[in-house]
């Protein structure tokens, strides 16, 4: 399984940018997707989770209302869109994937297995 993430960027407070991964090595459709982030010095954080359908999606409290992320099956795709860009957003952005179709716990970064290598989101006041 491979993830690769990209759209990351340079921008300033209050903008917005969208992040994808694209998934390959096994069908996308058949598991859930999360974004996951690193500010510096500090461990790995949820930002955001969407199962299999796209029906269900969960956010961590510091990025709801501004963050979105959806998913294309047909594209093998997982997008994270954020708006409202703070420089407390900067950090490096991952893409996971569980295991099996789902983890145990959508917001847990021990239950996902695979992971994408990483973009870089700077947010500059």
């Known amino acids: 399984v491979q993830l690769q993430a990209s759209g990351g960027g340079l921008v300033q407070a209050g903008d917005s940018l969208r992040l994808s991964c694209a998934a390959s090595?096994?069908?996308?459709?058949?598991?859930?997707m999360g974004w996951f982030r690193q500010p510096p010095g500090k461990e790995r954080e949820f930002v955001a989770a969407?199962?299999?359908?796209?029906?269900?999606?969960y956010y961590a409290d510091s990025v709801k209302g501004r963050f979105t992320i959806s998913r294309d099956n047909a594209k093998n795709t997982v997008f994270l869109q954020m708006n409202s860009l703070k420089p407390e957003d900067t950090t490096v952005y991952y893409c996971?994937?569980?295991?099996?179709?789902?983890?145990?716990?959508?917001?847990?970064?021990?239950?996902?297995?695979?992971w994408g290598q990483g973009t870089l989101v700077t947010v500059s006041s």
């Open positions: 996971a994937s569980p295991q099996y179709y789902r983890p145990s716990s959508y917001s847990s970064t021990g239950d996902y297995t695979y």
């Open positions: 090595g096994r069908a996308f459709v058949n598991y859930a």
């Open positions: 969407i199962s299999r359908s796209g029906i269900s999606t």
